[in-house]
T-cell receptor, first 112, second 113 residues
Framework: GDSVTQMEGPVTLSEEAFLTINCTYTATGYPSLFWYVQYPGEGLQLLLKATKADDKGSNKGFEATYRKETTSFHLEKGSVQVSDSAVYFCAAIYNQGGKLIFGQGTELSVKP | GAGVSQSPRYKVAKRGQDVALRCDPISGHVSLFWYQQALGQGPEFLTYFQNEAQLDKSGLPSDRFFAERPEGSVSTLKIQRTQQEDSAVYLC???????????FGNGTRLTVT
């Protein structure tokens, strides 16, 4: 079945380091792709999205590019902050109006 | 309301008890989803409503799980005869007409002892 796989955590970085969290999806059709973030004690929030190949989603300094050839949607940020510490989830929707399929989440911890 | 509201925020149940978890979606949102998130895992789809119609319940893990949305607004997820493996955070999300974005509530953390 359809699935999303992301790199395992936890990821620990120093402030201002470069961040990459890998995400790949099963190539069944052309899903819309998302990154969600869950800050401690809070609900899931949409961080960014891309709906077709080569689209780049961006928000709050985070970016991810929809790569059809590698079935990937890696999350990147050039300079992380302590406030970016959270759990990040990659997700996909394969049908319009359908259910979101989530990866297992990657915990990011940024140290000052 | 301002967002998706779930209650209770925390629930402790003894094994074998029945529980009911409530979700108040954003006013006017047609689509409503329930997800189960086990510790250290991503959310797993349970069921989906469009208005009062339950269009997909393929993710419900057993017949002990039952969801309803009788008036197309508030939804209740009921778990009968709870088991320890039911311990998880139960997330509710809503959206306009099945579209995006999905707005998530803060979840109900269920602990079965």
């Amino acid at each position: 079945g359809d699935s999303v796989t992301q790199m395992e955590g936890p990821v620990t970085l120093s402030e201002e380091a470069f961040l990459t969290i890998n995400c790949t999806y099963t190539a069944t059709g052309y899903p819309s792709l998302f990154w969600y973030v869950q800050y401690p004690g809070e609900g899931l929030q949409l961080l960014l999205k891309a709906t077709k190949a080569d689209d780049k989603g961006s928000n709050k300094g985070f970016e991810a590019t929809y790569r059809k050839e590698t079935t990937s949607f890696h999350l990147e940020k050039g300079s992380v902050q302590v406030s970016d510490s959270a759990v990040y989830f990659c997700a996909a929707i394969y049908n319009q109006g359908g259910k979101l399929i989530f990866g297992q989440g990657t915990e990011l911890s940024v140290k000052p | 309301g301002a967002g998706v509201s779930q209650s209770p925020r925390y629930k402790v149940a003894k094994r074998g008890q029945d529980v009911a978890l409530r979700c108040d979606p954003i006013s006017g949102h047609v689509s409503l989803f329930w997800y189960q998130q086990a510790l250290g895992q991503g959310p797993e789809f349970l069921t989906y409503f469009q208005n009062e119609a339950q269009l997909d319940k393929s993710g419900l893990p057993s017949d002990r799980f039952f969801a309803e949305r009788p008036e197309g607004s508030v939804s209740t997820l009921k778990i009968q005869r709870t088991q320890q493996e039911d311990s998880a955070v139960y997330l509710c999300a809503s959206s306009l007409e099945g579209g995006l974005p999905l707005h998530f509530g803060n979840g109900t953390r269920l602990t079965v002892t």
